[in-house]
Nanobody, 122 residues
């Protein structure tokens, strides 16, 4: 059973950056499709960035293009979300997720972290 733990959220001013981390236990992240999602108050959860298990395919939501980057450190079994030029509308709980090799196409993820709050002030 894979367990994911996010960290790195917090309160930042608009225009600044944050890096979220998601560390896994019970499984090797290099074998999984990975993703970051977010959910703002009163809104549905939406995907931010997704990457296939082999790294060959990446999806970046339109609002994240040019600002957010997913990376992973296999040695640390950790995936990151670098967020630059943050805006108040980026305020949300951010979740990391891991899934089977088919998850990039299916958009279904088996394992989820508990979420970390990101608040961007204007």
């Amino acid at each position: 059973q894979v367990q994911l733990v996010e960290s790195g959220g917090g309160l930042v001013q608009a225009g600044n950056s944050l890096r979220l981390s998601c560390t896994a236990s019970g499984g090797t992240l290099s074998s999984y499709g990975l993703a970051w999602f977010r959910q703002a108050p009163g809104k549905e959860r939406e995907s931010v960035v997704r990457i296939s298990w082999d790294g060959d395919s990446t999806y970046v939501a339109h609002f994240a293009v040019g600002r957010f980057t997913l990376s992973r450190d296999n040695a640390k079994n950790t995936v990151y979300l670098q967020m630059n030029s943050l805006k108040p509308e980026d305020t949300a709980v951010y979740y990391c997720a891991a899934g089977s090799p088919g998850s990039f196409v299916s958009k279904r993820y088996n394992y989820w972290g508990q979420g970390t709050q990101v608040t961007v002030s204007s």
